[in-house]
């Protein structure tokens, strides 16, 4: 019997992970219990296991005490045998725990084994791990039985064993597909910048090489888009878009945009704001359905974009140039100055001081308190308007 105590706890070492000293010492802990029912007249009762021959003794004050196998009875030996399963559990548990703890960042692999309210359940071999709906791309579908690979976002420790939680939608999910899929990015020559994702239907992925000598976009589409194609294929036909990042700004905006043709960019780096201004073939697809290539840019890039078709700032440009003739005070002349100045609407008049408007030639201090009243005054009637109507909009 001893002997085979000793061969199951080396199979349960090799089988299942756990150490066979932790098991040992979780049976020591299950006989002492058990003799301490039978042995009421002994004090500190302990167990030892010879870990070369299986043989168990018992201690009480640290003196050995004979106990025959009868001594024992029934309810000692089950009594024993439900605490070591009972550790033997917790044992497991800790150890799949400590295996799963470290892939936190890692995709693992494994079958649906059901679907269910609060997500998709993956078997995992050694365990379970749910994906939660909020996880899932809306637009894969899997049935029980399919293969499915995700990205483990945490590992928590529950009174069932670990609780592991996948996903698919994460952005690191995209990040580790790119560094199975591409050898370069996994050996550090080209780097992931930034990522930016709507599951489901487009992702925007910013590379950079490290290394003149190799295309970081290339690298990442493969031969024959080889490469992207198997990324694509994971997220079951989501969009990918590889862009090239730049530190140039208007560059970098410039890429992310793509496949739109932009004509030019206006930079306001304190406040991370860019004017993009794109031919009137172009705007629909610079801005993308409902918004989302816009959009998407503006997360890779972490710059606020507003796009504008060149007829639309020809027209704003024009109908501010007709309101800046309205001020009054405002001819063609000093128009002509204002222009030089920027100064090219009523708006930007509206903003500037007394002070500001002396500077121009040919305006005093009178003439400056007539042109900012003026502007003010144009402004404030717009204002109203453009409130009323906004009003009369949300009410039908």
């Known amino acids: 019997m001893n002997g085979e105590l000793l061969s199951v706890l080396e199979h349960l070492e090799r089988e299942r992970g756990i150490s066979r000293d932790l098991l040992i010492g979780d049976v020591e802990a299950a006989i002492a219990s058990s003799a301490r029912k039978i042995l009421q007249n002994k004090e500190n009762i302990t167990a030892k296991v010879d870990r070369e021959t299986g043989e168990i003794r018992l201690f009480s004050n640290e003196e050995q005490i004979n106990v025959t196998p009868e001594g024992f009875g029934r309810i000692a030996a089950q ?207 610079a801005i993308g359905r409902r918004g989302q290539n816009v959009r998407l840019a503006a997360k890779l890039t972490g710059w606020n974009i507003d796009i504008r078709s060149q007829s639309e700032v020809s027209k704003a440009s024009k109908e501010a140039e007709e309101e800046l003739l309205l001020v009054d005070g405002v001819g063609p002349k000093l128009f002509d100055e204002l222009k030089k100045k920027n100064w090219d609407s009523a708006k930007k008049i509206a903003l500037l001081t007394i002070e500001d408007l002396k500077t121009l030639p040919g305006v005093g201090e009178k003439k400056a308190e007539k042109i900012l009243k003026s502007a003010k005054e144009l402004i404030g009637a717009k204002n109203k308007v453009e409130t009323k109507a906004e009003a009369e909009k949300n009410n039908t």
């Open 79 to 285: 009594t024993a045998k439900q605490v070591i399963i009972q550790k033997l559990r917790e044992r497991e548990r800790d150890v799949i725990y400590e295996e799963f703890k470290d892939k936190i960042g890692e995709i693992v692999g494994g079958g649906v084994h059901r679907l269910d309210k609060a997500g998709m359940i993956v078997d995992l071999g050694k365990t379970e791990a749910i994906i939660p709906r909020s996880e899932q791309s809306p637009k894969e579908e899997f049935r029980q039985g399919n293969h499915i690979r995700a990205f483990v976002i945490d590992v928590k420790k529950a009174p069932k064993g670990a609780q592991i939680i996948l996903s698919r939608t994460h952005q690191g999910f995209i990040r580790k597909l790119f560094e199975l899929e591409v050898p370069e990015i996994l050996e550090g020559l080209v780097e992931i910048k930034s990522i930016s994702r709507e599951p489901g239907s487009c992702t925007k992925i910013a590379v950079y090489s490290k290394d003149a000598k190799i295309d970081c976009v290339g690298s990442c589409v493969g031969m024959r888009g080889s490469r992207v194609k198997n990324i694509v294929r994971e997220l079951q036909g989501e969009k990918v878009d590889i862009v090239r990042f730049s530190e140039d700004a208007q560059e970098f905006i410039t890429a992310a945009l793509g496949p739109a043709k932009i004509t030019s960019i206006k930079l306001n780096k304190e406040n991370k704001k860019s004017e993009v201004i794109t031919a009137d073939d172009q705007l629909s697809l």
